[in-house]
Nanobody
Framework: EVQLQASGGGLVQAGGSLRLSCAAS????????IGWFRQAPGKERKGVSC????????WYTDSVKGRFTISSDNAKNTVYLQMNSLKPEDTAVYHC??????????????????WGQGTQVTVSS
C-alpha cells in the first residue's frame, strides 16, 4: 500500500524553525519527484518546494527562498523540509506528495495515493 505521511508541524513564534518530515511506505521516495504544498485557510493550495528524483535538483517558491531547505534521506525513505526564519504568513497545512515534475515547481500530483496527510504549521507573531 502506497502511503505518504507528513509530520513535524506545530506552533512556533515568528523567527523560529521547524523541520517537516515526509515518510513514505510502499514505494521508494528516491525514485520519485517529491513536492511540498501548503494551504492556508481560505486560500488556494500552493507549491512550496520540490526535489527531483533523477538529479536532486531543488525548487523553491520565491517567498521561502533562503529560509526553507528540502532534502532527502534515502536510508530512511524520508524527505525533509527545514523551515527557518518562519513568518506568520507561513501558517498553513503542509502536505507532501509525489509529483509529475519538479522542473517549475510542484504542480501535478502523480496520483491520489501519492498525496500525504498534512501537518499543521502555525507561526505566531
Amino acid at each position: 500500500e502506497v502511503q505518504l505521511q507528513a509530520s513535524g508541524g506545530g506552533l512556533v513564534q515568528a523567527g523560529g524553525s521547524l523541520r517537516l518530515s515526509c515518510a513514505a511506505s510502499g514505494f521508494t521516495l528516491d525514485d520519485y519527484n517529491i513536492g511540498w504544498f501548503r494551504q492556508a485557510p481560505g486560500k488556494e493550495r500552493k507549491g512550496v518546494s520540490c526535489i527531483s528524483a533523477n538529479d536532486g535538483n531543488t525548487w523553491y517558491t520565491d517567498s521561502v527562498k533562503g529560509r526553507f531547505t528540502i532534502s532527502s534521506d534515502n536510508a530512511k525513505n524520508t524527505v525533509y523540509l527545514q523551515m527557518n526564519s518562519l513568518k506568520p504568513e507561513d501558517t498553513a497545512v503542509y502536505h507532501c506528495a509525489a509529483i509529475v515534475s519538479c522542473d517549475s515547481g510542484p504542480k501535478i500530483v502523480l496520483a491520489n495515493d501519492f498525496w500525504g496527510q498534512g501537518t499543521q504549521v502555525t507561526v505566531s507573531s
